[in-house]
């Protein structure tokens, strides 16, 4: 009897669990699983079958409690059933692996798996009979490189994954926990996507990349030769929507940025994109390894208004020992530059991420003249953004992180209520 998969399944997993399919294409030698897809922990209960069940969850620091809750909800309701075993990966699993075994996962996957789970389903009788709590790490091989690993998935198909990894390593992010470099998609790869994308009838084109300007295509340096023969590629197969620069493919300021605006306005659709500023403070974007300065974001800010682009730019806000006075500065300087250029400002909350740098830091509290501006610019239309709810994430955050990996750092403030 094959094996059953169930992949818990929501918005912010869709790309993983495409990969992971696509991966059990490629590996599944002896028995493809039958695959089923769940977002609830009912509907999980409902397809468990008579035979081996593997429920898997793709964890992020961020959804970690949730998940947590979900998956302590089905073992109590299967009350000790010997047929299911728990698997995670993800990007908590690559930062901080121990702490889902610490939570009782029966096996942890860190690294970029979509090899090492299709192996593990081939040879689960193998690893069943060594016993669970068992962390599972993979190194990427270059074969992601040289094929697709995208997949019809649970009715979606994820953009073309280009870049993995991002050499400038801030260490805030999780983009480099699996990786010490970054890798690009070759262009026989690209090609197979290519087909898949329009053999399931699509037409809107978009990218996942960690650094937009900094694809490798035509050539293996920066350069928007890429960008421009990629672009062009793309048309010529027949792809009349392109979509990039936004989310998930941000674009880093740089002093160059005008060069890869030009082809940016030439090939594709949207008129807005993403700059990840993260600060107007030049001392905290040296702490936080952003590799730029607050003048090159506005180089990129003016660049992007004479093609056209209105922009929207990513700031963070709470960084450990960040002052009232770095705060107001940066959310000042972009009210200076709104005049100038079109844009809105999108504001996050500092996180601490498993894996990086900063992962055993606490975020700082907002004082009240920072709220009241915050307050005033989203009145006027000039921000929005994920702030608020990134302070509650960040209290469940430290509660999990506490728990379950007995990190702490109890001498920075968390954040006023």
């Known amino acids: 009897m094959k094996p059953r998969l169930i992949f818990y399944t929501s918005q912010e997993t869709r790309n993983s669990v495409s990969a992971l399919v696509a991966g059990i294409d490629y590996f599944c030698i002896k028995t493809k699983p039958e695959i089923s897809y769940a977002s609830s922990r009912d509907e999980i209960l409902k397809n468990l079958s008579d035979s081996l069940n593997i429920v898997a969850f793709s964890v992020t620091t961020v959804n970690f409690g949730e998940r947590y809750r979900v ?97 400038f390593r801030c260490n805030y992010c999780q983009s480099c926990t699996r990786l010490n470099m970054p890798l690009y998609k070759n262009r026989d790869a690209i090609d197979e996507y290519v087909n898949d994308f329009i053999s399931n009838g699509f037409r809107r084109f978009s990218f996942v990349s ?23 590629y793309l048309k010529l197969r027949g792809i009349s929507i392109i979509e990039y620069g936004q989310f998930p493919s941000e674009i880093r300021p740089s002093k160059d940025a005008e060069i890869y605006f030009k082809t940016l306005v030439k090939y594709t659709k949207n008129r807005k994109v993403v700059i990840g500023a993260q600060s107007f403070s030049d001392e905290r974007l040296r702490k936080i390894r952003r590799a730029h300065s607050a003048e090159e974001i506005e180089i990129t800010m003016d660049a992007a208004c004479k093609y056209g682009f209105y922009t929207i730019v990513d700031i963070i806000l709470g960084f450990p020992d960040e002052t009232p006075d770095e705060r107001l500065y940066t959310l000042d300087r972009f009210r200076e530059l709104n005049k100038k250029y079109p844009s809105r400002l999108h504001v996050h909350y500092f996180l601490p991420l498993a894996g990086t740098g900063m992962y055993s830091s606490n975020p700082s509290a907002l004082d009240m003249a920072t709220l009241r501006l915050l307050d005033k610019l989203e009145k006027d239309g000039r921000a929005r953004g994920w702030w608020r709810e990134g302070r509650r994430m960040t209290a469940e955050i430290i509660r999990m992180r506490e728990r379950f990996s007995g990190k702490t750092d109890s001498e920075t403030a968390i954040f006023n209520d």
């Open 210 to 232: 960690p650094d937009a300007f900094d694809i490798r295509f035509a050539c293996d340096r920066r350069s928007p030769e890429n960008m421009d023969t990629l672009f062009d």
């Open 71 to 167: 998956f302590q909800g089905i073992k109590r309701k299967i009350n000790g059933m010997k047929n299911v075993i728990f698997v995670a990966g993800g990007p908590h699993a690559d930062g901080d692996p121990e702490s889902l075994i610490n939570a009782g996962f029966d096996y942890v996957f860190s690294g970029y798996s979509e090899e090492s789970f299709p192996l593990f389903i081939n040879n689960s009788g193998e690893y069943l009979s060594r016993g669970s709590g068992q962390i599972i790490r993979s190194v990427t091989s270059h074969l992601w490189q040289r094929r697709s690993f995208a997949k019809f998935a649970a009715g979606y198909f994820p953009p073309l994954e280009i870049q993995r990894g991002c050499r």
